[in-house]
């Protein structure tokens, strides 16, 4: 069983609504991820949070707004999206620190998103 | 900046024989992390094993070893004794402390099939 645990496994959405992709851990793990992964394609980066602060933004469109709103749980709100946002979207945790570079990623299952 | 290559997209293996999938990685970090992950089709991302930079003596987990040869940058997954649960894709990934230990990059990934 994951230890990181995402909700919904599948969505699918039209380009003029808003939903919300949910992510909760509960190992500890004070660093938090968003990854986006198109098929047979390898995982891209595209926040992360370290102690609930937004430490890194890879130049995501703005349609995806992140939130951690606390050290277990991590957002992602989705608005406006387009056909090509359709990916699979991984939330990830790990142990903080550029010491702890030893700590491996910790995925969720993912959500299936789908924009008609 | 950081780059890994998997030069294999796809690789076969008889049951109960062992296979080696390649990687070679190119960073200017004076420390890093190696990981493989394996992603089974159902989506998730399993933390499969760790090698270190600085680590003189090869990783091994189970049936999963890393064959590491920092002189020639590669980092290969040997996994011994393949099972018919081995069949998914396979990435390495490395995180460099320059980039604050956050920020993992995968390779292409390879497609492991293990026939019975």
Redo the contacts between chains.
């Keep these: 069983d994951t230890e990181v645990t995402q909700t919904p496994k599948h969505l699918v959405m039209g380009m003029t609504n808003k939903k919300s992709l949910k992510c909760e851990q509960h190992m500890g793990h004070r660093a938090m991820y968003w990854y986006k992964q198109k098929a047979k394609k390898p995982p891209e980066l595209m926040f992360v949070y370290s102690y609930e602060k937004l430490s890194i933004n890879e130049s995501v469109p703005s349609r995806f707004s992140p939130e951690c709103p606390n050290s277990s749980l991590l957002n992602l709100h989705l608005h406006a999206l387009q056909p090509e946002d359709s990916a699979l979207y991984l939330c990830a945790s790990s142990q903080v620190g550029t010491g702890e570079l030893d700590s491996p990623l910790h995925f969720g299952n993912g959500t299936r998103l789908t924009v008609t | 900046a950081q780059k890994i290559t998997q030069t294999q997209p796809g690789m076969f293996v008889q049951e109960k024989e062992a296979v080696t999938l390649d990687c070679t990685y190119d960073t200017s970090d004076p420390?890093?992390?190696l990981?493989w992950?394996k992603q089974p089709s159902?989506?998730?991302?399993?933390?499969l094993i760790?090698q270190?930079s600085y680590d003189q003596q090869n990783a091994t987990e189970g049936r999963y070893s890393l064959n590491f040869q920092k002189a020639r940058k590669s980092a290969n997954l040997v996994i011994s004794a393949s099972q018919l649960g081995d069949s998914a894709m396979y990435?390495c990934a490395m995180?460099?402390?320059n980039t604050?230990?956050?920020?993992?990059?995968?390779?292409?990934?390879t497609r492991l099939f293990v026939k019975a």
Excluded: L, P
């Design positions: 420390s890093y992390g990981f992950y159902s989506g998730e991302m399993i933390f760790y270190g990435f995180r460099g402390v604050g230990g956050f920020k993992t990059i995968f390779g292409a990934g």
